[in-house]
T-cell receptor, first 115, second 115 residues
Framework: SQTIHQWPATLVQPVGSPLSLECTVE??????LYWYRQAAGRGLQLLFY??????ISSEVPQNLSASRPQDRQFILSSKKLLLSDSGFYLC??????????????FGSGTQLSVL | QQQVKQSPQSLIVQKGGISIINCAYE??????FPWYQQFPGKGPALLIA?????SEKKEGRFTISFNKSAKQFSLHIMDSQPGDSATYFC??????????????FGRGTQLTVWP
C-alpha cells in the first residue's frame, strides 16, 4: 500500500534562517506531488506541485522554493525565513495511474513556527 | 479571492444529532468536490467526494448534497458522534490534466459533538 512520510513534525526556526522540509512517498511510481500550506484559521493553499522529476510549478509568489530530485521525493526550501512563513505545511500526492486518480492524499504535516 | 466559501466556521451538535456544513463556489468549471476531515496535528483525510453529475452521494453516516444550479454543496453527518469532532474542509477543483490535485479549499468548520 502507498504511504507518505513527512518530516519533521514540528520545527521552530528564527527569522532569516534556512528551511528544508522533506516528503517521500512509498508504494507508487511517478506520482503528482504537492506542497500545501495551512495558516491558522484559514483553508489550505497550494504552494507548489510537480508532475515529474525536476518539474516544479509554483502557484503563488513567495519566499519559498520546491525541488523534486527523485521520483518520490519532494522538498520545500527557503534561504531566509520570514515571520509570515509560519504555518502548517502539508505534502500531498496523487496516483495518476489509479482509476480514481482525483484522490489527493495528505501527509501528517509539519508545524513551522518562525520566531 | 476565496474560490470556495464555507459556513459555519464552528458548529456544536449534540450526540445523535445531524451536523450540516455548507459550501458555495463560483467557478462553473469545477467538476470535483471533496470533503476532508482533519484532526488536530494531523493532515486532512479524504472523507467523501462528489462529481456534479449526481445530486447526492452517501457513504455510511456521511452524505454530500449537491445543487449545481445554485453552485452549492453540503455535508450532512447523521447520528453525529463525539469521534466526529474535527475540522471539516470542503474543496473544489477542475480535476483533470494539469489541474489534477489543485484543490481550492474552504476555510474549514470546527465541529464539536457533545456526548
Amino acid at each position: 500500500s502507498q504511504t507518505i512520510h513527512q518530516w519533521p513534525a514540528t520545527l521552530v526556526q528564527p527569522v532569516g534562517s534556512p528551511l528544508s522540509l522533506e516528503c517521500t512517498v512509498e508504494g507508487t511510481s511517478n506520482p503528482n506531488l504537492y506542497w500545501y500550506r495551512q495558516a491558522a484559521g484559514r483553508g489550505l493553499q497550494l504552494l507548489f506541485y510537480s508532475v515529474g522529476i525536476g518539474q516544479i510549478s509554483s502557484e503563488v509568489p513567495q519566499n519559498l522554493s520546491a525541488s523534486r530530485p527523485q521520483d518520490r521525493q519532494f522538498i520545500l526550501s527557503s534561504k531566509k525565513l520570514l515571520l509570515s512563513d509560519s504555518g502548517f505545511y502539508l505534502c500531498a500526492w496523487i496516483d495518476r495511474a489509479a482509476p480514481t486518480n482525483e484522490k489527493l492524499f495528505f501527509g501528517s504535516g509539519t508545524q513551522l513556527s518562525v520566531l | 479571492q476565496q474560490q470556495v466559501k464555507q459556513s459555519p466556521q464552528s458548529l456544536i451538535v449534540q450526540k445523535g444529532g445531524i451536523s450540516i456544513i455548507n459550501c458555495a463556489y463560483e467557478n462553473t468549471a469545477f467538476d470535483y468536490f471533496p470533503w476532508y476531515q482533519q484532526f488536530p496535528g494531523k493532515g486532512p483525510a479524504l472523507l467523501i467526494a462528489i462529481r456534479p453529475d449526481v445530486s447526492e452521494k452517501k457513504e455510511g453516516r456521511f452524505t454530500i448534497s449537491f445543487n449545481k444550479s445554485a453552485k452549492q454543496f453540503s455535508l450532512h453527518i447523521m447520528d453525529s458522534q463525539p469521534g466526529d469532532s474535527a475540522t471539516y474542509f470542503c474543496a473544489a477543483s477542475m480535476n483533470r490534466g494539469s489541474t489534477l490535485g489543485r484543490l481550492y479549499f474552504g476555510r474549514g468548520t470546527q465541529l464539536t459533538v457533545w456526548p
